[in-house]
C-alpha cells in the first residue's frame, strides 16, 4: 500500500507550541526581518518577536479596528479592499458558531451509514485522516492554514489561498458562468463576487465524501456529499486584520445551512512569508497505517 502524507501533519498532531519551533528560522533569503517570528507587530504590521500563538489569538480577540489609523489598502484595478499578504493565526475564533455542526446533521441509518461508508479508509483509526492522504481537510474554514500562517495572492480576477502546510487554492472573482463541464474536486470551483466591500465567494462541484469536521469517539466524521455548496464572507475591518466566515448547505446531509465561526487573522509585514511544505510519503506514517490494517484483519477473521 502506498499513500501520500504530509510531514507537517504530524506536527501539527502533536501540538501547536511544535508549530512554532518548526516555523522559527529565516527565509530562504537569509533575511530575519522577512521570517514569520521575526518582526515587530508593535509597529502595526506583524506579529511581535517570540510571540506564541496563544498570546497572539488573545491579542487579535481584544484588538479594535481602526480604519483611520490603519487604512484599508484599495486595488488599482476596481478599488476594492486588497486582500494579499500573510495572515497569521488563521483559526483565532472572534465569534462562535451559532450552533454546533452535528446539530444540523439529518439523522436515520442512511445518513449514518452515508457518513460511516464514504468516510477515508477506517476513519476511527487515527492515521486515515484526509490529512494524512494529502486531501483538504479545513473546507469549512476556505483551507486557510489553522494555527500557522495563511498568505493570499490577490490580482485583477483573481484570488489564490496558499496555507503554509496545505492545499492551495483559486478563487476567480467576475461575472463569468461557471464551466460545467468540470469534474468534481477537493477544492470545488470556487467563483466570488462584491456585496460592497465584503467578497464573497461560492463554492461547488466537490468531490463526494469531503471532510466538514472530524469524528469524535464513536460519532463518524461530518462527512458531505456531492450536493455541497460553501459560501464565505472575507472582509477587511482595517489594513491590519481580515475576518472571514462561512456557511455550509448540503440537502442531502444536512438539514439546513450551518454557519461557522467568525475567524480573524492578523496581517503581517508585506515581506513575509510562508515555508513550503511539499506532500510526500511518510514511510514511519505508511507502516503504521499498514500494521493497523493488519491488526484489523486478525479481527475480522
Given at each position: 500500500?502506498?499513500?501520500?502524507?504530509?510531514?507537517?501533519?504530524?506536527?501539527?498532531?502533536?501540538?501547536?507550541?511544535?508549530?512554532?519551533?518548526?516555523?522559527?528560522?529565516?527565509?530562504?533569503?537569509?533575511?530575519?526581518?522577512?521570517?514569520?517570528?521575526?518582526?515587530?507587530?508593535?509597529?502595526?504590521?506583524?506579529?511581535?518577536?517570540?510571540?506564541?500563538?496563544?498570546?497572539?489569538a488573545k491579542r487579535l480577540l481584544g484588538y479594535t479596528p481602526d480604519p483611520d489609523k490603519y487604512p484599508i489598502r484599495r486595488t488599482p484595478w476596481d478599488k476594492k479592499p486588497y486582500f494579499g499578504g500573510v495572515f497569521w493565526p488563521s483559526d483565532v475564533e472572534l465569534a462562535r458558531a451559532p450552533v454546533p455542526l452535528e446539530t444540523v446533521y439529518k439523522k436515520g441509518p442512511e445518513i449514518q451509514a452515508r457518513r460511516e461508508s464514504i468516510a477515508l479508509a477506517t476513519w476511527t483509526n487515527g492515521f486515515s485522516r484526509p490529512m494524512f492522504n494529502c486531501v483538504p481537510s479545513r473546507i469549512v474554514e476556505g483551507n486557510t492554514a489553522g494555527p500557522i500562517s495563511t498568505q493570499v495572492v490577490h490580482g485583477p480576477g483573481l484570488m489564490a489561498v496558499f496555507p503554509e502546510a496545505g492545499n492551495y487554492r483559486l478563487i476567480r472573482i467576475d461575472s463569468a458562468p461557471r464551466n460545467t463541464a468540470r469534474k468534481p474536486s477537493y477544492m470545488g470551483d470556487a467563483l466570488a463576487h462584491w456585496e460592497a466591500d465584503t467578497l464573497v465567494v461560492e463554492t461547488t462541484n466537490f468531490k463526494d465524501g469531503m471532510w466538514l469536521g472530524g469524528p469524535a469517539g464513536n460519532r463518524p466524521p461530518q462527512t458531505a456529499s456531492d450536493a455541497l455548496r460553501v459560501v464565505e464572507r472575507w472582509s477587511i475591518p482595517d489594513g491590519r486584520m481580515l475576518e472571514y466566515r462561512v456557511t455550509v448547505y448540503d440537502d442531502k446531509m444536512l438539514t439546513g445551512p450551518w454557519t461557522g465561526p467568525t475567524l480573524r487573522m492578523g496581517r503581517m509585514r508585506n515581506d513575509a512569508v510562508i515555508e513550503a511544505q511539499p506532500c510526500f510519503e511518510d514511510p514511519v506514517l505508511v507502516k503504521m497505517e499498514e500494521e493497523y490494517q493488519a491488526k484489523q484483519k486478525e479481527k475480522a477473521q
Open positions: 500500500m502506498s499513500m501520500k502524507r504530509p510531514v507537517i501533519a504530524a506536527v501539527l498532531v502533536c501540538a501547536s507550541s511544535l508549530v512554532a519551533i518548526a516555523q522559527i528560522r529565516p527565509d530562504n533569503r537569509g533575511d530575519k526581518d522577512a521570517s514569520i517570528f521575526g518582526v515587530d507587530w508593535s509597529k502595526g504590521e506583524a506579529p511581535l518577536v517570540g510571540e506564541s500563538r496563544e498570546a497572539a
